[in-house]
Nanobody, 125 residues
């Protein structure tokens, strides 16, 4: 069965760094584009960054561009998010999942809910 387990969150001061990890199992991780999403209470879950299946191309939303770096290790079935120069607006629960296009075009993912528990990132002094 599909499992996505996020880790690495925590409390960090503004300007600090964190690296998130996502361990994936139960599906063909190396063949799918993947993404990191984040959600704050009362708001929708938004994509932060996504990466192609081979890791050769990544895309970032404007607020994190130049500060975050998404990467993957297909041999370890693991997705990463290196976050630098964190600010309070980055405070959220972070989730990994397939990228937005796969999420809506792949029948298995479109018809299922495989979200993990996420990992809390809090940026505060």
């Amino acid at each position: 069965q599909v499992q996505l387990v996020e880790s690495g969150g925590g409390l960090v001061q503004p300007g600090g760094s964190l690296t998130l990890s996502c361990s994936a199992s139960g599906f063909g991780f190396s063949g799918l584009g993947m993404a990191w999403y984040r959600q704050v209470p009362g708001k929708q879950r938004d994509v932060v960054a996504h990466i192609t299946a081979d890791g050769g191309h990544s895309t970032y939303v404007v607020p994190v561009r130049g500060r975050f770096n998404i990467s993957r290790d297909n041999e370890k079935n693991t997705l990463y998010l290196q976050m630098n120069s964190l600010n309070p607006e980055d405070t959220a629960i972070y989730y990994c999942y397939v990228d937005p296009v796969t999420r809506w075009t792949n029948q298995q993912w479109r018809e299922s809910n495989f979200w993990g528990q996420g990992t809390q990132v809090t940026v505060s002094s």
